[in-house]
T-cell receptor, first 111, second 110 residues
Framework: NAGVTQTPKFQVLKTGQSMTLQCAQD?????MYWYRQDPGMGLRLIYY???????DKGEVPNGYNVSRLNKREFSLRLESAAPSQTSVYFC??????????FGPGTRLTVT | RKEVEQDPGPFNVPEGATVAFNCTYS??????FFWYRQDCRKEPKLLMS???SGNEDGRFTAQLNRASQYISLLIRDSKLSDSATYLC???????????FGSGTKLNVKP
Protein backbone atom coordinates (compact mmCIF):
# COMPACT_ATOMS: atom_id res chain seq x y z
CA ASN A 1 0.00 0.00 0.00
CA ALA A 2 1.30 3.44 -0.91
CA GLY A 3 -0.91 5.19 1.67
CA VAL A 4 -0.95 8.93 0.92
CA THR A 5 1.21 10.22 -1.91
CA GLN A 6 1.99 13.84 -2.78
CA THR A 7 3.63 15.46 -5.77
CA PRO A 8 5.88 17.30 -6.18
CA LYS A 9 8.24 16.85 -3.20
CA PHE A 10 9.94 20.21 -3.77
CA GLN A 11 8.99 23.30 -5.77
CA VAL A 12 10.35 26.80 -6.24
CA LEU A 13 8.00 29.42 -7.66
CA LYS A 14 8.34 33.07 -8.49
CA THR A 15 5.79 35.50 -7.05
CA GLY A 16 2.65 35.46 -9.16
CA GLN A 17 3.16 32.00 -10.66
CA SER A 18 0.52 29.32 -10.20
CA MET A 19 0.79 25.65 -9.41
CA THR A 20 -1.23 22.66 -8.26
CA LEU A 21 -0.17 20.28 -5.52
CA GLN A 22 -1.46 16.76 -6.04
CA CYS A 23 -2.53 14.30 -3.34
CA ALA A 24 -3.86 10.75 -3.64
CA GLN A 25 -4.74 8.06 -1.12
CA ASP A 26 -5.40 4.36 -1.64
CA UNK A 27 -7.07 3.58 1.70
CA UNK A 28 -10.64 4.31 0.54
CA UNK A 29 -10.92 7.12 3.09
CA UNK A 30 -13.80 9.55 2.82
CA UNK A 31 -12.08 12.57 4.39
CA MET A 32 -9.05 14.39 3.05
CA TYR A 33 -7.19 17.47 4.26
CA TRP A 34 -4.59 20.03 3.25
CA TYR A 35 -2.37 21.58 5.94
CA ARG A 36 0.53 23.97 5.92
CA GLN A 37 3.30 23.86 8.50
CA ASP A 38 5.50 26.81 9.32
CA PRO A 39 8.25 26.95 11.98
CA GLY A 40 6.76 27.27 15.46
CA MET A 41 3.20 27.33 14.12
CA GLY A 42 2.22 23.68 14.08
CA LEU A 43 -0.12 22.36 11.39
CA ARG A 44 -2.80 24.75 10.15
CA LEU A 45 -5.75 23.50 8.14
CA ILE A 46 -6.16 25.12 4.72
CA TYR A 47 -9.11 23.17 3.28
CA TYR A 48 -10.72 19.84 3.89
CA UNK A 49 -13.12 17.50 2.15
CA UNK A 50 -15.33 15.42 4.41
CA UNK A 51 -16.51 13.30 1.50
CA UNK A 52 -16.32 13.10 -2.27
CA UNK A 53 -18.05 16.10 -3.76
CA UNK A 54 -17.70 18.41 -0.74
CA UNK A 55 -15.01 20.87 0.29
CA ASP A 56 -14.83 23.33 3.17
CA LYS A 57 -12.52 26.09 4.30
CA GLY A 58 -10.19 25.56 7.19
CA GLU A 59 -8.26 28.04 9.28
CA VAL A 60 -6.12 29.63 6.52
CA PRO A 61 -7.89 29.27 3.11
CA ASN A 62 -7.01 32.64 1.56
CA GLY A 63 -4.91 32.33 -1.59
CA TYR A 64 -5.79 28.67 -2.15
CA ASN A 65 -8.38 26.61 -3.97
CA VAL A 66 -9.05 22.88 -3.83
CA SER A 67 -10.66 20.20 -5.93
CA ARG A 68 -11.85 16.81 -4.72
CA LEU A 69 -11.45 15.12 -8.08
CA ASN A 70 -12.77 11.75 -6.89
CA LYS A 71 -12.61 9.72 -3.68
CA ARG A 72 -8.85 9.14 -4.08
CA GLU A 73 -7.59 12.54 -5.14
CA PHE A 74 -7.60 15.99 -3.53
CA SER A 75 -5.60 18.79 -5.14
CA LEU A 76 -4.54 22.19 -3.81
CA ARG A 77 -4.04 25.11 -6.20
CA LEU A 78 -2.16 28.35 -5.70
CA GLU A 79 -3.44 30.77 -8.35
CA SER A 80 -0.90 33.54 -7.73
CA ALA A 81 1.86 32.50 -5.38
CA ALA A 82 3.14 34.92 -2.73
CA PRO A 83 6.24 34.70 -0.52
CA SER A 84 3.92 34.25 2.50
CA GLN A 85 2.93 30.88 1.00
CA THR A 86 6.44 29.53 1.43
CA SER A 87 5.81 26.54 3.66
CA VAL A 88 5.66 22.77 3.91
CA TYR A 89 2.32 21.41 2.71
CA PHE A 90 0.92 18.12 3.99
CA CYS A 91 -2.03 16.19 2.69
CA UNK A 92 -3.82 13.75 5.00
CA UNK A 93 -6.74 11.35 4.90
CA UNK A 94 -8.89 9.57 7.47
CA UNK A 95 -12.12 7.82 8.18
CA UNK A 96 -14.41 9.80 10.46
CA UNK A 97 -12.75 10.56 13.78
CA UNK A 98 -9.97 8.03 13.39
CA UNK A 99 -6.23 8.35 12.87
CA UNK A 100 -5.04 10.66 10.09
CA UNK A 101 -2.49 9.37 7.61
CA PHE A 102 -0.16 11.96 6.15
CA GLY A 103 1.68 12.22 2.88
CA PRO A 104 5.43 12.99 2.85
CA GLY A 105 4.88 16.70 2.24
CA THR A 106 5.70 19.28 -0.43
CA ARG A 107 8.34 21.88 0.36
CA LEU A 108 7.38 25.07 -1.47
CA THR A 109 9.51 28.18 -1.74
CA VAL A 110 8.12 31.35 -3.32
CA THR A 111 10.71 33.98 -4.23
CA ARG B 1 -7.78 30.98 22.67
CA LYS B 2 -6.34 28.13 20.59
CA GLU B 3 -8.23 24.84 20.50
CA VAL B 4 -5.14 22.91 21.57
CA GLU B 5 -2.09 24.31 23.36
CA GLN B 6 1.26 22.74 24.15
CA ASP B 7 4.50 23.82 25.77
CA PRO B 8 6.91 24.13 22.81
CA GLY B 9 9.94 23.05 24.88
CA PRO B 10 12.54 21.97 24.05
CA PHE B 11 12.75 19.34 26.73
CA ASN B 12 16.38 18.24 27.00
CA VAL B 13 16.71 14.98 28.94
CA PRO B 14 19.40 12.28 29.36
CA GLU B 15 18.90 8.76 28.11
CA GLY B 16 16.90 6.68 30.55
CA ALA B 17 15.00 9.64 31.98
CA THR B 18 11.24 9.85 32.34
CA VAL B 19 9.66 12.88 30.70
CA ALA B 20 6.08 14.13 30.56
CA PHE B 21 4.33 16.60 28.27
CA ASN B 22 0.97 18.21 28.82
CA CYS B 23 -1.53 19.47 26.32
CA THR B 24 -4.64 21.53 27.11
CA TYR B 25 -7.78 21.64 24.99
CA SER B 26 -10.65 24.09 24.92
CA UNK B 27 -13.61 22.02 23.72
CA UNK B 28 -15.05 20.25 26.75
CA UNK B 29 -17.15 18.02 24.45
CA UNK B 30 -14.08 16.38 22.87
CA UNK B 31 -14.16 12.63 23.40
CA UNK B 32 -10.94 11.43 21.82
CA PHE B 33 -7.44 12.74 21.28
CA PHE B 34 -4.25 11.74 19.53
CA TRP B 35 -0.52 12.08 20.06
CA TYR B 36 1.55 12.21 16.88
CA ARG B 37 5.31 12.08 16.55
CA GLN B 38 7.05 14.18 13.92
CA ASP B 39 10.70 13.78 13.01
CA CYS B 40 12.59 16.68 11.46
CA ARG B 41 11.40 17.39 7.91
CA LYS B 42 9.07 14.36 7.93
CA GLU B 43 5.32 13.88 8.10
CA PRO B 44 3.53 13.37 11.44
CA LYS B 45 2.84 9.75 12.40
CA LEU B 46 0.40 8.47 14.98
CA LEU B 47 1.97 7.56 18.32
CA MET B 48 -1.12 6.93 20.43
CA SER B 49 -4.87 7.42 20.48
CA UNK B 50 -6.45 8.50 23.76
CA UNK B 51 -10.02 7.54 24.57
CA UNK B 52 -11.75 7.57 27.96
CA SER B 53 -9.15 7.83 30.72
CA GLY B 54 -5.97 6.90 28.90
CA ASN B 55 -3.82 4.44 27.01
CA GLU B 56 -0.51 2.65 27.48
CA ASP B 57 1.85 1.21 24.88
CA GLY B 58 5.20 -0.03 26.13
CA ARG B 59 7.22 2.92 27.42
CA PHE B 60 4.51 5.41 26.44
CA THR B 61 1.47 6.30 28.55
CA ALA B 62 -1.17 8.85 27.64
CA GLN B 63 -3.69 10.07 30.19
CA LEU B 64 -6.79 12.20 29.87
CA ASN B 65 -8.02 14.54 32.58
CA ARG B 66 -11.47 15.73 31.53
CA ALA B 67 -12.08 17.88 34.60
CA SER B 68 -9.00 20.00 33.89
CA GLN B 69 -9.19 19.51 30.12
CA TYR B 70 -5.70 18.29 29.51
CA ILE B 71 -4.00 15.20 28.18
CA SER B 72 -0.50 14.10 29.05
CA LEU B 73 2.13 11.93 27.41
CA LEU B 74 4.63 10.13 29.63
CA ILE B 75 7.74 8.56 28.15
CA ARG B 76 9.70 6.21 30.40
CA ASP B 77 13.31 5.10 29.91
CA SER B 78 13.90 7.65 27.12
CA LYS B 79 15.93 6.53 24.13
CA LEU B 80 17.99 8.64 21.74
CA SER B 81 15.49 7.62 19.06
CA ASP B 82 12.66 9.30 20.99
CA SER B 83 14.08 12.70 19.99
CA ALA B 84 11.34 14.31 17.91
CA THR B 85 8.47 16.78 18.11
CA TYR B 86 5.28 15.48 19.73
CA LEU B 87 1.98 16.88 18.48
CA CYS B 88 -1.25 16.84 20.46
CA UNK B 89 -4.44 16.63 18.37
CA UNK B 90 -8.14 16.99 19.15
CA UNK B 91 -10.95 16.38 16.63
CA UNK B 92 -13.76 18.88 16.18
CA UNK B 93 -17.20 18.21 17.61
CA UNK B 94 -18.43 16.50 14.42
CA UNK B 95 -15.05 14.83 13.71
CA UNK B 96 -14.75 16.65 10.40
CA UNK B 97 -11.63 18.56 11.40
CA UNK B 98 -8.62 18.12 13.64
CA UNK B 99 -6.92 20.76 15.75
CA PHE B 100 -3.17 20.43 16.20
CA GLY B 101 -1.05 21.87 18.95
CA SER B 102 2.16 23.56 17.85
CA GLY B 103 4.19 20.63 19.17
CA THR B 104 6.63 19.90 21.98
CA LYS B 105 10.24 19.25 21.02
CA LEU B 106 12.12 16.51 22.86
CA ASN B 107 15.89 16.09 22.74
CA VAL B 108 17.24 12.93 24.38
CA LYS B 109 20.97 13.18 24.96
CA PRO B 110 23.55 10.43 25.63
Amino acid sequence: NAGVTQTPKFQVLKTGQSMTLQCAQDMNHNSMYWYRQDPGMGLRLIYYSASEGTTDKGEVPNGYNVSRLNKREFSLRLESAAPSQTSVYFCASTELGAEQYFGPGTRLTVT
Amino acid sequence: RKEVEQDPGPFNVPEGATVAFNCTYSNSASQSFFWYRQDCRKEPKLLMSVYSSGNEDGRFTAQLNRASQYISLLIRDSKLSDSATYLCVAPSRNFNKFYFGSGTKLNVKP
